[in-house]
């Protein structure tokens, strides 16, 4: 009985720790309920200890400790992994597949479609004249409103996203590389090739690289951005594209999502694209320089459809909000790609149990400030099965607050760093059944369903405009 008792204290001591480890990381990621549980848990286990010092309780506390080594060893229990996940975007094919028109992208309508042209006249006369009357109300706000509105247009932030977007505007003429005639083609195999490819990726910055052989479903059936005196391609069908896709995801920082909807997540966004611009840019160049074409996919150079491409090169599921979930990293990513015709080894699309949570969690659809993410199930949207988002009501309050909002991103469970703890809790969901059903609960109660914005560094912080007022008073 003593070793018993020994072993059930042993048992408690590591809750006991358990619980403090969470309380620690959840004040460490500003999570103050969560951290509450989580000192509440410690509290709570120290009662077990009490009981076993009284020989009459220590039988409930070996059963209450029988229970919860139950839930534990259920856990363990294996699920199979989703079938559909693992077949990539064709396994979400519902019906006839119909490309996106990107014409009707709502950054290309407000971006590209000017009142009095002939693009303009004809797509709210022949394509989408339903549109018209909307999207012209929502013109006169501006393309984003007031740049960072919502921070009374804190400059120092503002002009760290205008600073880095203004990179894949100059870096987008050089988008399309045809093969160097000047160089022979490049003598690699499949597999070296992907070797270099791969490493050269994350060399130059990228934190995830997959391949993919391109999905003609996923490709836009119309070009709709116009930009670099682009004003006759405009409306063309896009076709002859390369069949490999080399994609790549970044990480946005944590510190910096957290303040959404505020402007370091839009300073961060932007930092982003301008590495991405680059990123893709120079593996385009370099495909070229191994005597086949190259095309970079950055901001306003898209012809595809990224987050199901990235599903296609294995590095994650789309969620609810519509955005890639990927490993380690969540939502809080963002997706940038090659197009190449160089011979390449395509990687196995994954299952992370994104899905099976994403059914049950729904904190970005209850979090979003715009309702235009779906509480309900799937939709089938251009013959594939998926959560639509409504990106017009979506985009309007990008207006509203002058940002990219991001709050469905920060508050995704997904996107919590990638410490000890959260790496068993993603351990868990792709892995086991009971862990998709019962976490989503588990995290709404612990960390709670709505985003409140959290602090982040001083030299991004938003909250602090007296910078701005002081130069108001000087000029």
Same mark, same amino acid.
């Given at each position: 009985m003593e070793l018993l008792t020994i072993l059930l204290f042993g048992v408690d001591f590591f809750l006991f720790s358990a619980f403090l480890y969470f309380a620690f990381e959840s004040f460490r990621e500003q999570e103050k309920r969560a951290m509450k549980n989580g000192l509440t848990g410690a509290a709570l286990t120290l009662i077990p200890a009490i009981l076993l010092l009284l020989p009459r309780f220590q039988i409930v506390v070996f059963c209450l400790f029988i229970v919860v080594g139950i839930f534990c060893l259920l856990l363990l229990i294996p699920v199979s992994p989703n079938?559909?996940?693992?077949?990539?975007?064709?396994?979400?094919?519902?019906?006839?597949?119909?490309?996106?028109?990107?014409?009707?992208s709502v950054f290309a309508r407000y971006r590209s479609l000017i009142p009095g042209t002939e693009q303009y006249n004809t797509f709210y006369t022949e394509i989408y004249p339903e549109k018209e009357k909307k999207d012209e109300k929502r013109r006169l706000k501006g393309f984003i409103g007031t740049p960072g509105k919502i921070d009374n247009q804190y400059q120092p932030n503002v002009a760290m996203m205008e600073a880095s977007f203004s990179i894949p505007q100059d870096l987008g003429y050089y988008a399309f590389n045809d093969p160097d005639p000047d160089v022979p083609v490049a003598d690699l195999s499949p597999e070296k090739a992907t070797l270099i490819v791969k490493n050269l990726a994350k060399h130059i910055g990228a934190d995830l690289v997959g391949i993919t052989k391109i999905d003609p479903h996923l490709i836009y059936s119309n070009r709709g951005e116009i930009h670099y005196d682009t004003q006759k391609e405009w409306g063309q069908e896009i076709k002859d594209l390369p069949p490999y896709a080399v994609v790549m995801v970044t990480e946005m920082n944590h510190g910096h999502v957290i303040s959404a909807p505020h402007t370091p997540t839009v300073a961060e966004s932007a930092h982003l694209y301008a590495k991405g611009a680059y990123m893709t840019t120079l593996l385009a160049k370099w495909f070229s320089c191994m005597g086949y074409g190259g095309i970079a996919e950055h901001t306003r150079n898209y012809n595809i459809l990224l987050p199901p491409l990235a599903v296609d090169a294995g590095l994650g599921e789309v969620g609810r909000q519509g955005y890639l979930v990927a490993p380690y990293f969540g939502a809080r990513v963002r997706i940038f790609a090659v197009l190449t015709d160089m011979p390449l080894i395509p990687d196995k699309p994954i299952s992370l149990g994104v899905e099976e949570f994403c059914q049950k969690c729904k904190k970005c659809a209850d979090s979003c400030p715009s309702k235009s993410i779906p509480q309900g199930e799937k939709v089938i949207h251009n013959g594939f099965?998926?959560?639509?988002?409504?990106?017009?009501?979506?985009?309007?309050?990008?207006?509203?607050?002058?940002?990219?909002?991001?709050?469905?991103?920060?508050?995704?469970?997904?996107?919590?760093?990638?410490?000890?703890?959260? !790496?068993?809790?993603?351990?868990?969901?792709? %892995?086991?059944?009971?862990? $998709?059903?019962?976490?989503?609960? @588990?995290?709404?109660?612990?960390?709670?369903?709505?985003?409140?914005?959290? !602090?982040?560094?001083?030299?991004?912080?938003? %909250?602090?405009?007296?910078? $701005?007022?002081?130069?108001?008073? @000087?000029?």
């Open positions: 079938k559909k996940a693992l077949k990539g975007a064709k396994g979400y094919l519902a019906g006839k597949a119909k490309r996106f028109d990107e014409r009707d099965e998926k959560w639509k988002l409504d990106e017009d009501s979506c985009f309007d309050y990008w207006s509203k607050v002058g940002t990219d909002c991001s709050i469905c991103m920060a508050i995704c469970p997904f996107s919590r760093p990638n410490t000890l703890l959260h !790496k068993f809790v993603r351990l868990f969901v792709a %892995r086991s059944k009971i862990a $998709q059903i019962l976490f989503p609960s @588990i995290d709404n109660f612990l960390y709670g369903k709505r985003w409140h914005p959290k !602090k982040v560094a001083p030299w991004i912080d938003y %909250r602090d405009n007296r910078h $701005q007022t002081h130069k108001d008073e @000087i000029y």
